[in-house]
Each structure stands twice: as structure tokens, then as C-alpha cells.
């Protein structure tokens, strides 16, 4: 029975997480549950669950749900509780605490469980020398969530016989739906409402990825990722459109060789990797995938396409994939940037494309500086949120 | 330098194989070329690669080409010159001659060479167990160089870190592009002319390979031979209809995940990959693949689709599959019974469904036994002709 920890279980990723556990009760146990301030579905979950520690980091929400805790739950309350909540020791921890935020618990639960299954981007984006270190002195394994980052994982042993990076190898690729506006022409860009951003054709996903994935920034901190997580040169890197998202990242040999890794687009999936591993989740006769979505037996067949990337429709792509290079803080504040001009887009404060317009700004005009340790990560995320709340003011 | 042997230099595999070693000069010397009869085909390459040694199975053929090889190359002829060609000792040996005549110079040379990169279905399909109880014995790698088989064997160190016959694998899956019929009704296949079934879609092949993808005989065979190569149970291996012919195998997992190994429909590929390993041939600036079709780099793309198979369209596959898991000396029978049927059909002698009839009447009424030696296998093989031909006579 392995005990797991999940933080940030009231989050999208959170609650599948939970589902997967639901249909594992043979195999997992949830030690701990961790929200920022959603205590009404941490109370449900409670419920099914008995986790021995939940962690509540706002603190008036944590005085909210204290009363109703039985005495076999222990409450951890505000930063500092965040922080203890993050020494209990654990089998696995699902890190699915949202933005930079999830940076000093991953951190601290790294000395504390065997393996993270690791859904936070903005952790790597920002530090991911640092967490990657860690992992190694603490001898913690990290497997990634995120599906494309999952499938890289799962394909390289094929490249790791002949050594990923010798020269066979030409390039990996992870796949890239467009987003909700890959249709849309340039000059209406403009104009799109919060509702047509959050409309995703193929994954539903929490509110500030999904606009992400309309500009693709989602897709250059994957590009990140892949870099951290196999230590490969960023020009190994690259990114296919394919619109079906069910082929979640490919590898190309120098001989035209490729191996592409799929599975329906649902993030319990990778999710149960990250979980079982090196077993594997059986899906048949389970509700794991609520609509049975077998791909090689639908009777319909399915159809995928792959096209090139037009990065030039991408301008933010650009701009992250340039400040990746840089290996400077530029990555932490264009982070806080990007997650400022979401909050403002989504309370419709500030137009689709002011976003860009933003990004653009403050790439042109931080100070470049290097990142040495979380300090110097938290200092510069606020440069990036004061100084982006202050251009987007004035619009 | 790796001393190379390819027997069947004339052929469509041994043309493609010696296209991979005229790519790979500073890598590969050929010691030894092998013809049945093609003495024409076969003297421009010997003036082109120099081997040491040629035979040439037909002794006229042969009686021909003899005063034109200079003192340098040394002709074998016949049956028996065949057998001491191939006891030469080679580092890798290219087995491309067609039919079940293969499998006599197989098992001859498996004991000659360091690795066999195998095209030829028959042996395997006749013979499995012998050819792969030999290999063992003498520590010979055989290598796949059927495209199938061949992205299966790439694709299975993914599933070798989990154990590829634990229960976390669901089935392999082999492609087929449907052949040049796929589109057919039931009630026309019995007007189709020649030329019709030779216009294969996608892939450019032998004459008997290209009808036997039309009734999909040669899926059948590639089950057989997966079944051989993997040790996979045939209830663990399945067909997808895949037009495009890109993807040429799956594996799937019991967690709904699917590795899928792609490349060009061109068999300079897999043959390079089998006389490289562990290395990878590069195709940047090189003529290897005549027309350039990086997959991912193509500017309007590509899409693939795959279909279940119905294999009530396809009664030869069915037979076939069937006979497969009898164990018996069926397969020997049956593919002497297509190999002649085709012969007919392609001289115009039968229909095009009277190559299922034959195989059905056959299969009806062979007597079953066991196959213990390669003797049982050529006994079975002309028992099978004999019948094959009394039948079609008397159509």
C-alpha cells in the first residue's frame, strides 16, 4: 500500500489524481490533501478519502473548514503550515499546486518522499536546475504528468540503447493542438472573448493554461521541461501541430526513423504512469476514462495530422523559447508576467492581444540577472508581477 | 569494414540492400552476391561492388555469366554451389532470395555469419522454430528487415523495460494498407485483372508480395513472423488498416497507451537500420530515399488513419491465422499452395478468386503432421504444390 500526498488536490489535475486512486484502493492510500482555499470540494474529498493531514493554505479558509475536521485529520494552515505539510514523508507526492507557488513545497517534499509526479510547469520554467539538483541529492525520482513531457518520458528507453544523445538521434517533438484560436486570423485576435480563449477542442484543463495554449507560452514551457527533464540542447527541440491530441510527443532518428507516443487525451493517463510505475494501470472494465476511447478499436477508425509550426503566428512562443536560451531570470519574470496578463484578460481588463503586448515589454526591458537560489526566483517573480501590473495600468 | 553477403542481389530487397552500401562505402565491403537467374542484373553489380564471390542457382544461367567474371570472383553454381556460398564467413548476411528456397541456405549460413538481416517471410513462416533454434545455437542476430517486423523490434525495448509478456501489454498491432483491392467489392474481385492487383498504393515490391497484399496472405505471414521473432502469443497480435502506410507497427498498452514506429514506405530504411545497428544510417544529404519525405518537415503536412480490419473481407488472412496456431505442417502446405496459385493468376491461368479457392480446398483436406526437420518442410512443400496444381488444372 503506497501512501501518497496530493498538493493541490482541488485543482484539475488534483481531482484526477483522486480518480485514479478511486479505481487503485488495492494499491494507494491518500496520506495527505493539500488546497489553496477550495475547502468545500477539500470537504467531499475528505469525506471519501480520510487522509491523516489536509494543508489549507489561505488562512481564512483553513479557519472555515477547522471546525468540521474529525480528530483523525490534522489541518496545516497559511505558508508555514504549507511548509510542515511538505515534511511529511510519502511514497509518491502529486504536485499539481498551481504556478510559482509550487516552487519551495517541491523543494522541501523532495527530502521527504521516493517519487514526485511532477505537474507544475512554472517550478521547472523557473528553477529547474534547481529542483533537478535536489532530486538528485535526495536521490527522488520525478516523473512528469504533463502528457507530452509523459510521453518523452515513456519513449526515450527507445533512444536510450543507442544513447539519446549520440548522434542517431535528430530531434524530439512535442505536439501541439494551436489552442482554441489556431484558426483564427491575426487581425481578429483582437477582438476574442475570454469564452472563445477557454474554448480548447480537445483537453479540458484549468482556466490559465488553457489561454496558454492559445498562444502557445504553454508549449515553450514544455520545450523547458523536455530540456530539464532529458538534458537535451534546445535545438533538439521542436514542435509539430497536430490537432487531434492524441499523439502527445514523437522521436526522430537521423535515418527518418520516428516513434510517436499516444493515448486518448485525458490526463488520468498519464497520471496512472506517474503512479504505477513500472506497473501499469489496467483500463479495461474501469471507469478510468469515463468514455471509452479505445483508439485502435474504434470502430470508426481515428485520424491524426502533423504539420510544421508557423512560429511566427506564435510571437510569445518566440520570446520564451529566445529567453530559454538566455539561462537568466528572464524566464521567471516572463512567468509572473504571463500569469498577471491572464488575471487581467480573464476579468476582461485588458484585450487577447495585450498579452503579447506585455511579454513583449518587460522582454525588452529586464534587468538580466542570474538565478542562483529560490530567493533570487521569488525576488524576481515579484519584479515581473509590479512591473506588469504597472504597464497593464496604464493601458 | 563489415564484410557483407546478400543473397537474392537481384532482387527488389537486394537492389535496395546494395542502394544502403553504395550510401555506406567507408562502413561495408560486399564479399558475396547470390542470383537465381539473373545473370544481366548481376554482372552490373559485380563490375559496380567487386565481390569475391557470386552463385548463381540456375546452372545455364550460370554456364552464361562464367567466361565474363574475371579471375577475382569466384562462381558458384546450382544447388550445390549455393549450399558452399553459403558457408562463406560474412559479418552480416542479407537473406532476400524469395520463397521457401531461403531456407535452405538459411540455416546453412546462420552458422557462417554474425547476423542475418532476414527479408524472406517463407522460412520463417514454414520453419520458424528451426531458424530461430539454430540462431540460438550459434549466437547468430537476426534481424527483421520486413518493415513491420522491423518497426516492431524497434518498438520493443520500450516495452522490455516493463517486460514486454507481463501483463501491462494489451497487443502488438501490424499495419496494412489494405493492398491495391482494399476498395474492391466482394462481387468485382472476380474481373480484377493483373495489373490491377499489382498497383499497389503505397509500397513498391516483388510480384507475389504485391498480390499476396491484396488478399492480405502477407499480413498473415507477418503475424506468423512476429509470433516467431517475439515470442508473442497470437492472441496478442492484431492488424490495423493504416492506408497511408507510414506507421508500420503499434504496441498498446492495458493503460490505453500506444507506441507507434514510423517511417517512409521505403525499404532502404529498414534494411540500413539492420546492417547499422546499434549505429543509424544518416539520410541528411544522401540519396538513400530518392524523393525527400522527412515526415515532420513536409511543409503541408501529413495525416495518417487507422481502421479495425475486417477480416471477413479477407478469407486467405482468416485461413491462415487459423492454420498458424495449429502448429502443424498447414503453413508449409498453404504457402506452396499461394506461391503456385499466384503464379497462375499472374500468367493468367485463373482468377484472381480462385487463388482463395484453391487455399480453402487445400486446407480442407491436407493430412496434418507434424513438421520435425527441415526434410518434412520440403516433403510438405511439394505435397503441396502437387495438389495446388492437380486442382487449378482442372479448373
Not at 526591458?365 to 512591473?387: A, E, L, M
Request: charge should be positive; aromatic fraction near 10%.
Amino acid at each position: 500500500m503506497k501512501k501518497i500526498i496530493i498538493f493541490g488536490s482541488t485543482g484539475s489535475i488534483g481531482k484526477n489524481a483522486l480518480q485514479v486512486v478511486r479505481q487503485s484502493r488495492e494499491k494507494f492510500k491518500i496520506l495527505g490533501l493539500s488546497t489553496n482555499g477550495d475547502v468545500k470540494t477539500l470537504y467531499k474529498q475528505i469525506k471519501e478519502f480520510s487522509p491523516k493531514y489536509v494543508c489549507v493554505r489561505n488562512e481564512n479558509a483553513a479557519n472555515a473548514i477547522k471546525c468540521e475536521l474529525g480528530k483523525n485529520c490534522k489541518l496545516f494552515k497559511g505558508d508555514i503550515g504549507l511548509e510542515e505539510f511538505s515534511k511529511l514523508e510519502s511514497d509518491i507526492s502529486v504536485m499539481a499546486i498551481s504556478g510559482v507557488a509550487c516552487l519551495r513545497p517541491l523543494l522541501v517534499n523532495i527530502r521527504h518522499t521516493k517519487r514526485i509526479a511532477l505537474a507544475n510547469k512554472e517550478s521547472l520554467v523557473t528553477a529547474g536546475e534547481l529542483v533537478f539538483n535536489e532530486a538528485k541529492r535526495f536521490n527522488t525520482e520525478i516523473f512528469p504528468i504533463d502528457s507530452e513531457i509523459n510521453a518523452l518520458f515513456q519513449l526515450l528507453p527507445v533512444t536510450n540503447r543507442e544513447s539519446k544523445l549520440n548522434d542517431s538521434f535528430r530531434k524530439i517533438y512535442l505536439t501541439a493542438s494551436g489552442g482554441a484560436l489556431a484558426d483564427y486570423k491575426k487581425q481578429d485576435l483582437d477582438k476574442v472573448s475570454v469564452k472563445q480563449v477557454l474554448n480548447h477542442p480537445t483537453w479540458k484543463m484549468g482556466k490559465r493554461i488553457t489561454v496558454d495554449s492559445a498562444t502557445l507560452m504553454n508549449k515553450g514551457f514544455e520545450v523547458i521541461e523536455s530540456h530539464y527533464f532529458f538534458d537535451i540542447p534546445y535545438d533538439k527541440i521542436d514542435i509539430v501541430i497536430h490537432k487531434e491530441s492524441v499523439v502527445h510527443a514523437l522521436v526522430e532518428y537521423k535515418d527518418e526513423t520516428i516513434f510517436a507516443c499516444m493515448y486518448p487525451p485525458n490526463m488520468c493517463i498519464p497520471i496512472s504512469f506517474a503512479l504505477y510505475y513500472p506497473e501499469r494501470f489496467n483500463c479495461e472494465g474501469k471507469s478510468l476514462i469515463s468514455k471509452r476511447t479505445r483508439l485502435l478499436k474504434n470502430k470508426n477508425g481515428f485520424s491524426c495530422s502533423f504539420y510544421p509550426i508557423k512560429y511566427n503566428k506564435y510571437p510569445i512562443l518566440k520570446i520564451i523559447l529566445q529567453s530559454a536560451r538566455k539561462k537568466d531570470n528572464s524566464l521567471v519574470v516572463l512567468n509572473a508576467c504571463d500569469e498577471i496578463a491572464i488575471d487581467y484578460f480573464l476579468k476582461n481588463k485588458i484585450k487577447f492581444t495585450d498579452i503579447t503586448r506585455v511579454i513583449k515589454f518587460i522582454f525588452n526591458r529586464y534587468p538580466s540577472s542570474k538565478i542562483t537560489d529560490i530567493n533570487d526566483v521569488f525576488y524576481w517573480d515579484d519584479w515581473g508581477r509590479i512591473k506588469t501590473k504597472e504597464y497593464l495600468n496604464k493601458l
